[in-house]
Every structure is written in C-alpha cells, then in structure tokens.
C-alpha cells in the first residue's frame, strides 16, 4: 500500500508538480471517493478521478524492471498505490472486480505512462521503454469504499463474461487501430477510451 502527495520537482529547466513519489504505509487505510487517504494527484484530469482512483502495479514486474535497470525498486516505483504479489495483471479483465479487506475495486483501463514516469526514473526515454514491455498495470475503480492495508488478500471476485483483457487497451492504442470498435462494446472500460476509440471510427476529414 502506497501513497503521496503533490510535490515540486525541476524538469528540463521548469517546475513539475507530480504525486508519482509514493511510499509505503501501514495500517488501514480508507478508500473513499477517488483516492486513498494520504494520497492525491496533482492533475486530475490525466491522473486522477473515478475511473483512476487507484493505481495497481505487479511486484513480479518491479522485479523484472529491477533486473533490467540494474536498480532496487521496491513497492510504490512506478507511482502505485497497491503493489501485488502473485496476481498476473496481464490477464486482468476490464470490469472484474476485487475485493481488498472491506474494499470493492474494479479494474477500468491500463495505464498509458507519460513524461512524468520518465522523471520519476530519472529517464526521459522511460516512458517508451514502459509501453513497449506491455507491463503496464491497471488503474481501479472504488465500487464500495472501505478500508484495506498493506498484506490483505486480493480476491478476483467477478469476472465479466467478455473476457476483454485490460492490456488489449493498450495493444490499441499503440498499434492495433483497426480494432478500436472493440472498444465501444466494454461497458466498464472507462468513457475515456469509448471516445477515444469514436475519434478513431471518424470518418477523415
């Protein structure tokens, strides 16, 4: 379990304000609204609000990284608020549900990083490198709010029929256009990507 708030760093000569530092905490903590207690986003237009309440990231991929940058990382790295153990992220269906102690999440979309995961890394190029492992996470919904902590079992308690994977969002986005109607068919995933994908269906103009 982690959590942070906004703070300022220098990047490419100007201030960025970013809430992507994370750190562990224990004890309870409540999910309410759009966040956890203790954390916040600095922009909620791309970070944050009901569709992005929480951030997931596989502790099994922040080994992986670790092995690749030849760097420790350890639970919040990758600006996540629960860091698992044992559950492949990848197979993540978009609207399945979790229960996390007396918490009901649901699983919206992948995450899509931007520059500020390059800063965070200390690497401009991160973000690409990021996007192009497919290891990207899935950001959650809060369906029932209630109190979780760090150690509380993860159990995958529905799980839609569709079968619409999150990371095949992703797959999508970056090179499989052509599928974009899919999209619109996934009634949990997130309004965001159901106009994202009718940009795509436009007609050129």
Not at 53 to 58: C, E, K, V, W
Not at 76 to 103: H, I, Q
Request: charged share 25%.
């Amino acid at each position: 379990m982690n959590v942070g708030r906004p703070t300022e760093t220098l990047w490419r000569g100007r201030t960025v304000r970013s809430a992507i530092w994370k750190v562990p905490v224990t004890g309870p903590v409540r999910a309410w609204g759009v966040n956890l207690v203790g954390d916040a986003q600095a922009d909620r237009k791309a970070h944050g609000g009901p569709d992005k309440a929480l951030y997931t990231y596989a502790g099994e991929d922040l080994e992986w990284w670790s092995g690749q940058l030849g760097l420790e990382l350890g639970p919040g790295s990758m600006g996540e608020n629960l860091t698992t153990s044992g559950l492949d992220l990848s197979e993540a269906v978009v609207g399945e549900r979790w229960e996390v102690g007396s918490v009901v999440l649901q699983v919206t979309q992948p995450r899509i990083p931007c520059y500020k995961l390059g800063i965070r890394m200390g690497d401009d190029r991160f973000p690409e490198r990021f996007a192009d492992a497919r290891r990207h996470g899935v950001y959650l919904r809060i369906l029932a709010e209630g109190a979780l902590r760090a150690g509380d079992e993860i159990q995958v308690v529905e799980r839609p029929a569709h079968g619409f994977r999150a990371v095949e969002v992703a797959h999508i986005f970056y090179d499989q256009h052509h599928r974009a109607g899919e999209l619109l068919g996934v009634a949990e995933l997130a309004e965001s990507w159901h106009r994202w994908a009718r940009r795509m269906l436009a007609p050129a103009r």
